[in-house]
């Protein structure tokens, strides 16, 4: 069974970091591109960065590039994503996502999410 | 502003059937397959339909998907209570996964 779990989210203030991680089970993860989506508090998914099964390839969304930093450690089964310089409008559930086959396609799993509150 | 136009919210009776319309443009849908997320109350998005109209195991076939153009309709039917949830379509634009902004579907 494929299973995704975030971790890492919190409170964080403005101008601050964050890292979050997934940790993926239940199939071959390196095999596999893997995306991050968010999606504000009342509001719809934002697509943040799809990035390669060998992390050679990364697409960013444009509002992120600079601030976020996607990569994966394939021996440990994880996606990681640093977020810096992070403002009030960070403020969203990150989710990652499992790509289906090939780098762009649609994403067929989705772990639970990790909140992240930017707010002083 | 979504790249991809959906209308905030449908509704329908139980039973009854439902269509779900994402338009888009040449550079997304007009080139691109399209996929569609069910978004159930305090739960993660999952995966409804994939490559214009194909379901994923376990996805009934009440579900339907297709594509003219550069829009799609997602279509429901026999609608049940259960299926009350946001749904977006999806698809890639110039490297870049785009959403709609999402329609909730409410049963009477």
């Known amino acids: 069974e494929v299973q995704l779990v975030e971790s890492g989210g919190g409170l964080v203030q403005p101008g601050g970091s964050l890292r979050l991680s997934c940790a993926a089970s239940?199939?071959?993860?390196?095999?596999?591109?893997m995306s991050w989506v968010r999606q504000a508090p009342g509001k719809g998914l934002e697509w943040l960065s799809t990035?390669?099964?060998?992390?050679?390839?990364?697409n960013y969304a444009d509002f992120v590039k600079g601030r976020f930093t996607f990569s994966r450690d394939n021996s440990k089964n994880t996606l990681f994503l640093q977020m810096n310089s992070l403002r009030a409008e960070d403020t969203a559930v990150y989710y990652c996502a499992k790509v289906r086959v090939t780098y762009y396609e649609e994403l067929d799993y989705w772990g639970q999410g990790t909140l992240v509150t930017v707010s002083s | 502003q979504s790249v991809l136009t959906q209308p905030p919210s449908v509704s329908a009776a139980p039973g009854q059937k439902v269509t779900i319309s994402c338009s888009g443009s040449s550079s997304n849908i007009g080139s691109n397959y399209v996929s569609w997320y069910q978004q159930l109350p305090g739960t993660a998005p999952k995966l409804l339909i994939y490559e214009n109209n194909k379901r994923p195991s376990g996805i009934p076939d009440r579900f339907s998907g297709s594509k003219s153009g550069t829009s799609a309709t997602l279509g429901i039917t026999g609608l049940q209570t259960g299926d009350e949830a946001d749904y977006y379509c999806g698809t890639w634009d110039s490297k870049a996964l785009v959403f709609g902004g999402g329609t909730k579907l409410t049963v009477l």
């Open positions: 990035i390669s099964g060998s992390g050679s390839g990364i």
């Open positions: 239940g199939f071959t993860f390196k095999n596999y591109a």
